[in-house]
């Protein structure tokens, strides 16, 4: 009964092409925001904050990042892990290397570092296409990953091999170190994911953004038409790998503080985030927060059900869930090969013609 | 001749045996890519799964025993028996032909006419779902396999080849293992070779490769080709899981082989057979001459982790289908 656009008159092209051009939505989309900015904080522990809803916002950016690359510009990458990890290791260089400087300046500035990385990186896409392109991509995660095992300079020269993120405020509360709340975890990973969505949102909606769908959908055509194609798959190599920059600098600083690059970015990290893409949803931003938020609570789902109702072992649940993630990812890829967001518009659809659907 | 030089000789002659097992694995990725366009990024995972099926049958494993033992609460593991290594090996073959089936069946069957990216995502849900059952069936810890095959340095290359250098060189040191593997890659090569054009399934296959509709035209089944090829694609992963089992143990690692086969595949083009074995050589000579002259002395070593991918990268700018691939030809 809410959900139409009927009676929801437009008086001018700028409401006419807005984000979300239903009233419905609008409310949905404001809800959402003020319950997360205002309701969550008070009630969040730091099992909830550390188990779910932390890697959860920052997935979310990572796949969002992915997101721009894959699914709206058409390039696959497997290098995601690496990328993350330049991310990490750029922000503990800025961090420890100018300790006055506020941490939220060294994440942007560790994005804009990983853009850099990835638009290298992203240069073979001229010429590789397809498969041969996402084989190449795997060249930039073990190239990567094996530079912060082997360069000591990236992590300090300490023992170890480890990073650790030291102790960061802002605005007077800890967000980084031992010693942080949970809810201000929770609260800086929300404001970047916040900042990125839009900042994705109205990329894609606009010249960018088309120029990219154009390359994806075919790039001789594009070109044709008057796209250039350099300067679409590297912003688009660029852009992406500042958001999954971002994403890795909030991993190794604000959620794990601690971390050891062949660990946290390896390539089961690349093929975690491609996963949350598919899943959720090629080419939209409702995808990717979709593809995060179930392959995060898959397996705690899992293991609250295994190991805690059941009573089975551990390393048992985790084969299952092996086991449980591959055929969900053939499942899904047979069944709805766009994701939980195609559901999600055909829901959308249904709910618009609702009762009359002629 | 220096023994600094024969040294070299010596990495490039272990290169090159370390290039078939990879050739072995990229075998089984143009095998399926050429038939149904698939790229099957689970080949590594089907080794894998091959070697362990190989040993459970082979020490008379109960498969899911730990499963079963957890949801029953019983405590079974093994049948008490010793199957002989030739009757598990053809157990395993009929293993992987079911599997072969199965994956048609439920899996690729519903996805024809996908994009290729859609297939390929699909094999990496495969391969998960693999290791998983795998793990399931089998357990997770490390095995080692006892086919009998010989392994260590080869005395008898090594006593020939010393008279070559001076007082400090002492011969070439080379695996048996990697002698055998070589021995068996080209057997292999060669059956599939004369498989393909010699008999009437191996002529069915390379109609449904060079073009799918024709090939259904004069009466060709699709789906029993793609089958028959899954089937051998499974066949050529458990010669390489065996090979590279005997290597290292049948452990995890062994289904990151596939990573590795990547590379071999790009230099040699996704459709060529030749291509895999040539670009498994070249693969395996350079990154161990590069480990040995610079990874190893300036870089810090393991640079045999990204070397193949780099070298892979770089060659592709200039020849983007490979050394051996067809040219692509892009239309509008």
């Known amino acids: 009964m809410l959900y139409r656009e009927a009676g929801d008159f437009k008086t001018s092209y700028q409401a006419d092409s807005q984000t979300f051009p239903i009233a419905f939505d609008r409310w949905r989309y404001w809800a959402v925001l003020v319950i997360a900015f205002c309701v969550v904080p008070f009630f969040v522990n730091a099992y909830w904050a550390n188990a779910i809803l932390v890697p959860f916002l920052i997935y979310a950016i990572a796949a969002i990042g992915l997101n721009i690359l894959t699914g709206y510009c058409g390039q696959v990458s497997l290098g995601t892990g ?15 290397s100018f300790p006055d400087v506020s941490i939220v300046i060294h994440i942007i500035l560790a994005g804009g570092i990983t853009a850099a990385v990835g638009a290298a990186f992203g240069l073979p896409s001229l010429r590789i296409k397809g498969f041969y392109l996402a084989v190449a991509t795997l060249a930039a995660q073990f190239f990567l990953v094996w530079m ?45 994911l916040t900042i990125c969505a839009l900042i994705a949102r109205n990329l894609t909606r606009g010249t960018i953004g088309r120029s990219w769908m154009a390359i994806r959908d075919m790039d001789i055509a594009a070109e044709i038409i008057g796209v250039n194609p350099l300067k679409a798959k590297l912003t688009a190599f660029a852009v992406s790998s500042f958001f999954i920059g971002i994403s890795g600098a909030l991993f190794f600083a604000v959620y794990l503080g601690a971390v050891e690059v062949g660990e946290a970015f390896g390539i089961q990290k690349s093929f975690l985030v491609l996963f949350m893409i598919i899943i959720g949803g090629l080419g939209s931003l409702f995808g990717s927060f979709a593809g995060a938020a179930f392959l995060v609570l898959l397996p705690v789902a899992l293991k609250v059900i295994g190991v805690d109702l059941l009573g089975w072992p551990t390393d048992l649940v985790a084969h299952l869930q092996l086991v449980i993630v591959g055929g969900l990812i053939m499942f899904f890829l047979i069944k709805e090969p766009h994701g939980l967001a195609q559901l999600w518009r055909v829901a959308k659809e249904k709910l618009r013609l609702w009762p009359f659907p002629y | ?114 994009e290729p990216i859609i297939l390929f995502m699909a094999t990496i849900g495969l391969a998960y779902f693999l290791e998983g059952v795998g793990d399931l069936m089998w357990g997770s810890s490390i095995r080692t396999l006892a086919l ?56 069915a296959m390379r109609a449904v490769a060079d073009d799918h509709q024709a090939a259904l035209s004069v009466g060709i089944s699709l789906s029993y080709i793609w089958v028959l090829v899954w089937s051998l694609a499974g066949i050529v992963a458990l010669v390489a899981g065996v ?82 691939g067809e040219r692509i030809i892009e239309r509008v």
């Open chain 1, 148 to 192: 912060f095992n082997k360069v000591s300079w990236f992590y300090n020269y300490s023992a170890s091999g480890q990073i650790n993120a030291p102790e960061r405020f802002v605005a007077g509360i800890a967000v980084t170190g031992p010693n942080t709340a949970p809810w201000a975890q929770y609260m800086i990973c929300l404001v970047f």
């Open chain 2, 148 to 203: 009998g095959l010989p392994q260590g340095g080869s005395l008898w290359v090594e006593e020939m080849t010393n008279g070559l250098g001076g007082d400090d060189f002492y011969g070439f040191f080379i695996d048996k293992l990697d002698m055998v593997a070589t021995l068996v890659a080209l057997v292999l090569v060669a059956g599939l070779v004369a498989f393909a054009q010699y008999t009437k399934q191996g002529r």
């Open chain 2, 1 to 114: 001749m220096s023994a600094d030089f024969l040294y070299g000789i010596e990495v490039v002659l272990n290169g090159l045996m370390a290039g078939v097992l990879y050739a072995l694995v990229a075998l089984g990725f143009v095998l399926i890519f050429k038939a149904s366009g698939i790229f099957n990024f689970a080949q590594g995972v089907m080794a894998l799964f091959a070697a362990l099926t190989l040993v459970g049958i082979m020490e008379g494993q109960v498969p899911f025993a730990h499963l079963i033992n957890a949801v029953f609460g019983t405590n079974i593991h093994h049948f008490g028996w010793q199957v002989p290594a030739i009757l598990a090996i053809f157990l395993t073959v009929l293993v992987m032909i079911a599997f072969a089936w199965a994956v048609q069946h439920f899996v690729f069957r519903h996805l024809v006419g996908q």
């Open chain 1, 82 to 96: 690496g990328f993350m990890a330049v991310g990490a290791y750029a922000c503990y260089k800025l961090m420890t």
């Open chain 2, 243 to 324: 090979m590279w089992g005997a290597k290292s143990g049948v452990q995890f690692s062994l289904s990151l082989i596939a990573l590795k086969a990547l590379p071999v595949l790009m230099l040699g083009g996704f459709t060529s057979i030749p291509g895999a074995i040539v670009g498994g050589m070249i693969i395996g000579v350079g990154e161990k001459l590069f480990e040995y002259t610079i990874g190893a002395p300036y870089l810090g070593g393991a640079t045999e982790n990204w070397f193949a991918y780099m070298l892979a990268l770089v060659f592709l700018v200039f020849r983007p289908q490979g050394l051996f």
